[in-house]
């Protein structure tokens, strides 16, 4: 009977719960985080019941109506609210913003969904088949083959063309190669030749095993399988999935402990000709030199002859002018963008002020809601100790205290090492002025956040505002969707090419902030000896990231199209890249528009560059000719190449010749005068294509195109079609070192169809 009676006061309390739900809906209110109305209560449970309370009108008790009360990812809260009350809610003091709670889905190596890639019939994965029987060669550190991002289930059989081995050395063998990952190879020669020391903290595996973890994240972001419920202690949280997951990896460790030499560099690219890669993707790079010095371009140079892609890292000197590496015009080039994924740490401090800063520190509830600590700044002369060096942070003064420490000189992580064991509580990461805003966040040893240059400047004013500063951190997990994105990451280095100003570099952006991929169990998450954590995945942030997104897409290209050459691989990626973030706006660096030096073509797209509609291709003779045309000498030409040439007899002949690239890059050395560029489309679309130009004029230049019209017969016709640039007199040009624009030319009955080349014209007088 008691039973009887308790499951009908049950079902009548759904009842009444589902009548009242039919009114109610979940709202998000975002509030002030500095709220004026905030003083007036003693917490900010309080605070927020507070909004709730004024709102209902009826003396029900508010706390039944709030779901969230919100400290972290943002100031605010969740709660039910019928549609009537959200007017009067809306003009209450302190109430940014009221968000319908929207479903969303779990989610890591977030980026692939991030760039459009789903299982939406007719896009990007479906055309290549997930790249399936493309061969992706990463030269990096190498690869921890048991990590599950190279499970084979379900991969084809290897392909017959494949023609290299898994190299058997310390801890690896054989067996360690499946389907998924058919063959590794390590080169130590030039290593062991040129290392001083042979000692690290880290053992050094001599085989293909990573030793470091850059190599096994950059192998599976390029081709990785999937892999259900991965994340960083629950941080990013979802399936985990490569660019082109159906690709089969080879891997060839050329890095060790001190770096990556160019004499075991060469000989991996000398070996992966020969193997059979499809595509080779080299997260690394130096200084930029010379294309004749540049063992990366020579070798690729090679590989782009026999039909392989090469795509490489723009490296990380940003936002430095002029920083780009690896800018050889046969190298895909990539630069660095965000992802709209925040982790957001919270620095609360004492007077009532918040500053936002990421961490992906594996923090609980219980953390976020602790006590305020001291904060310590420590500034002890020239010991090292506001960048917090080893043995410079003196225990009596850091014990049980909030840490700040600049960055600079050494690993983030690293110094939260330090803070630890000097007896630190937690630790804030400030940014000095070389980094600004950038946000590239850690998996720290212990609670610690990192904050841009701006607040790093108002925490560093309230320590000397006080005698006893304090604040607490506030983890807020992981966040999507709320900024924009994609923008330029800070590090991603920059053009114009110092080498070779005549080819727009980088070639694309792609997503290098804070990407999720896999990782060593040798390891623990921040790559140092003392962490004693492990995982199957963790965050890095650089080209490097960037690098084998577009490795991936490269990828699903050739797999669509395996006849295609390695420039038309590349157009379709550039012609077909994105100038525009998720919002619609341009596509910032920093707080400005970006200009084509940090993005190149723009961000790339999947979807669209599996059908790009037209290509500009360039033949292995063409580079030659472009060669002769910047002046290179015919020994320098050689080293590059193998062709003896005569430079005289190819400019004799090809007196107006410019490279075929897709994007234009013009220079004019005086003021005054005119620049005339030649570029041949081929239709890859469909039949009885016509296409109309339409240009973006660059300020101070006038750009003339004949034809205006390009009109396609057939499939694989190609046209060509001449742009002159003319710079204007009267013009300010003196004080202009640089102005962009861009030719689009557009499909006239399908829209899909855009073929778009950024233009930078930069002046220089002698």
């Not at 006590?371 to 917090?388: A, F, H, I, M, P």
């Not at 694309?508 to 390891?523: D, E, F, K, R, Y």
Request: net charge positive; hydrophobic share 35%.
């Amino acid at each position: 009977m008691k039973s009887n009676i308790q499951l009908f006061v049950f079902s009548l309390s759904l009842y009444i719960f589902s009548l009242h739900a039919d009114t109610l809906q979940t709202f998000i209110i975002q509030l002030h985080p500095h709220g004026i109305t905030s003083s007036q209560f003693t917490s900010k449970l309080n605070w927020h019941l507070s909004f709730i309370k004024q709102t209902i009108s009826t003396d029900e008790d508010p706390s039944s109506r709030l779901i969230y009360s919100y400290q972290s990812a943002m100031e605010g809260f969740a709660a039910q609210f019928a549609q009537s009350e959200l007017e009067y809610l809306q003009k209450l003091p302190d109430v940014i913003s009221i968000r319908p709670d929207r479903q969303h889905h779990v989610q890591t190596t977030y980026s692939y969904k991030f760039l459009g890639l789903n299982f939406v019939k007719g896009g990007a994965w479906y055309q290549s088949g997930f790249g399936r029987g493309t061969i992706i060669g990463v030269l990096d550190t190498g690869v921890w083959p048991e990590s599950p991002s190279f499970n084979d289930h379900g991969m084809p059989p290897i392909p017959t063309k494949w023609r290299g081995i898994c190299q058997e050395g310390q801890s690896f063998n054989s067996s360690n190669c499946n389907r998924k990952l058919i063959g590794a190879r390590y080169f130590t020669k030039g290593h062991i030749v040129a290392s001083t020391s042979l000692q690290s903290n880290i053992q050094e595996y001599v085989s293909p095993r990573d030793s470091h973890g850059h190599g096994t994240h950059t192998s599976s972001t390029a081709g990785g399988a999937s892999v259900q419920m991965a994340s960083v202690f629950g941080n990013g949280a979802g399936v985990a999935r490569g660019m082109a997951p159906g690709a089969h990896i080879a891997v060839y460790k050329v890095c060790w402990f001190n770096g990556c030499y160019s004499s075991d560099i060469l000989a991996a690219m000398d070996v992966a000709i020969r193997d059979g890669v499809d595509i080779l993707s080299l997260s690394l790079g130096g200084l930029p030199v010379p294309l004749y010095d540049d063992s990366i371009a020579i070798g690729s140079f090679r590989a782009m002859e026999h039909g392989i892609s090469v795509i490489c890292a723009a490296g990380n000197n940003g936002p430095i002018p002029s920083s780009v590496a690896n800018a050889a015009p046969w190298i895909t080039t990539i630069g660095a963008s965000t992802l709209d994924r925040r982790f957001p740490a919270i620095v609360h401090m004492s007077n009532g002020e918040a500053l936002y800063g990421e961490s992906m520190y594996p923090a609980n509830l219980l953390m976020s809601r602790g006590k305020e600590l001291e904060l310590v700044y420590v500034t002890d002369g020239d010991t090292g100790s506001q960048y917090c060096f080893r043995g410079s942070l003196p225990r009596e003064k850091v014990h049980g205290k909030i840490v700040v420490c600049d960055r600079g000189v050494y690993g983030r992580a690293e110094k939260g090492q330090v803070v630890k064991e000097a007896g630190g509580a937690a630790m804030i990461l400030a940014n000095t002025e070389i980094n600004l805003e950038e946000d590239s966040v850690d998996v720290h040893v212990l609670p610690a956040t990192s904050i841009g240059f701006a607040e790093s400047i108002h925490l560093k004013a309230y320590i000397n505002s006080t005698m006893r500063p304090q604040a607490r951190i506030v983890f807020g997990g992981t966040v999507i969707g709320r900024s924009r994105a994609p923008a330029v990451a800070q590090f991603s280095a920059r053009g114009p090419s110092f080498t070779n100003p005549s080819i727009l570099k980088p070639d694309v952006i792609a997503p290098g902030v804070n990407i999720i991929a896999a990782w060593p169990q040798n390891l623990g998450p921040t790559g140092l000896p003392e962490d004693t954590r492990r995982v199957n995945f963790t965050v890095m942030s650089g080209t490097s990231m960037a690098c084998p997104h577009v490795g991936g897409i490269a990828a699903l290209v050739r797999s669509a199209h395996p006849k295609w050459s390695p420039a038309a691989i590349k157009s379709a990626i550039m012609t077909t890249a994105e100038v525009t973030d998720h919002s619609g706006k341009p596509i910032l660096d920093g707080n400005e528009p970006a200009d084509v030096f940090a993005t190149g073509s723009g961000q790339v797209n999947p979807d669209k560059a599996i059908n790009p509609g037209l290509i500009y291709d360039i033949r292995p003779d063409e580079y030659v000719n472009h060669l002769c045309s910047l002046g290179y000498k015919r020994s320098e030409i050689f080293s590059i190449t193998h062709r003896n040439v005569s430079c005289l007899d190819i400019m004799r002949t090809n007196r107006s010749f410019s490279l075929n690239y897709p994007s234009i890059s013009v220079i004019f050395k005086e003021g005054m005068g005119s620049k005339m560029f030649t570029r041949r489309l081929t239709n890859v679309g469909s039949p009885n294509s016509i296409y109309s130009v339409e240009i973006i004029e660059p300020e101070g230049v006038k750009v003339i195109v004949k034809p205006q019209r390009l009109i396609f017969k057939h499939i694989n016709q190609s046209l060509s079609y001449r742009v002159w640039f003319v710079s204007r007199k009267g013009t300010k040009t003196r004080r202009m070192s640089f102005t962009q624009g861009h030719l689009t030319w557009v499909h006239s009955s399908n829209a899909f169809y855009k073929v778009r080349s950024p233009i930078a014209v930069a002046w220089k007088y002698k």
